[in-house]
């Protein structure tokens, strides 16, 4: 099976920055993905990395190591809409699906 | 349509009812992925269809969970006899190929269900 992990909650202050953390062990790799949700609403696709290094979009940017299993997303110049669960997700080698781990509850306050 | 489009969007079901939720994917993609997500939790996955094919069911947490997608496009997941423990989110997602490099997964908003 696969086993993503992730913290709970973490919040940060609004125009900070902030580093969500995912580590995953998986058996084969196909890919991981980044998603926002909030509450009440559809998750929305952020990022996918499958090779090493750091994608930078605009304010948020996914970095990976495939070799450690970790993967992280960097939120800048942090805005109060960016108050949301991150939700990391791991594709297993060979497979489509992605598995999703229990999210980061973010909130920014003033 | 321009999103994944899901409905009901809330469904309360006395207990032993059975539901029937419905997923309209967007227009030409391939794969379609259901998932459950419960109160606080991430999205578990039920099961996946490429096409009219449903390639993996490993996900369904029962035999009272049934999922089709008859012409590969629009999908139903139907649940039989319905427990409390069937109360969360149903999430259904699409992707225009197969897998590979970079596929975008698109969410619908999900359709809400509370057995009580």
């Known amino acids: 099976g696969q086993n993503i992990d992730q913290p709970t909650e973490m919040t940060a202050t609004e125009g900070a920055i902030v580093q969500i953390n995912c580590t995953y062990q998986?058996?084969?790799?196909?890919?991981l993905f980044w998603y926002q949700q909030h509450a009440g609403e559809a998750p929305t696709f952020l990022s996918y990395?499958?090779?090493?290094g750091l994608e930078e979009k605009g304010r948020f940017s996914s970095f990976l190591s495939r070799s450690k299993g970790y993967s992280y997303l960097l939120l800048k110049e942090l805005q109060m809409k960016d108050s949301a669960s991150y939700l990391c997700?791991?594709?297993?080698?060979?497979?489509?699906?992605?598995?999703f781990g229990r999210g980061t509850s973010l909130i920014v306050h003033p | 349509g321009a999103g994944v489009s899901q409905s009901p969007r809330y469904k309360v079901a006395k207990r032993g009812q059975d539901v029937a939720l419905r997923c309209d994917p967007i227009?030409?993609?391939?794969?379609l992925f259901w998932y459950q997500q419960a109160l606080g939790q991430g999205p578990e996955f039920l099961t996946y269809?490429?096409?009219?094919?449903?390639?993996?069911k490993s996900g369904l947490p029962s035999d009272r969970f049934f999922a089709e997608r008859p012409e590969g496009s629009v999908s139903t997941l139907k649940i039989q006899r319905t427990q409390q423990e069937d109360s969360a989110v149903y999430l259904c997602?699409?992707?225009?190929?197969?897998?590979?490099?970079?596929?975008?997964?698109?969410f619908g908003e999900g359709s809400w269900l509370t057995v009580v």
């Open positions: 997602a699409s992707s225009p190929n197969t897998g590979g490099s970079g596929n975008t997964i698109y």
């Open positions: 269809f490429q096409n009219e094919a449903q390639l993996d």
């Open positions: 990395n499958v090779l090493d």
């Open positions: 997700a791991v594709r297993r080698g060979g497979s489509y699906i992605p598995t």
């Open positions: 998986t058996s084969g790799f196909n890919g």
């Open positions: 227009s030409g993609h391939v794969s």
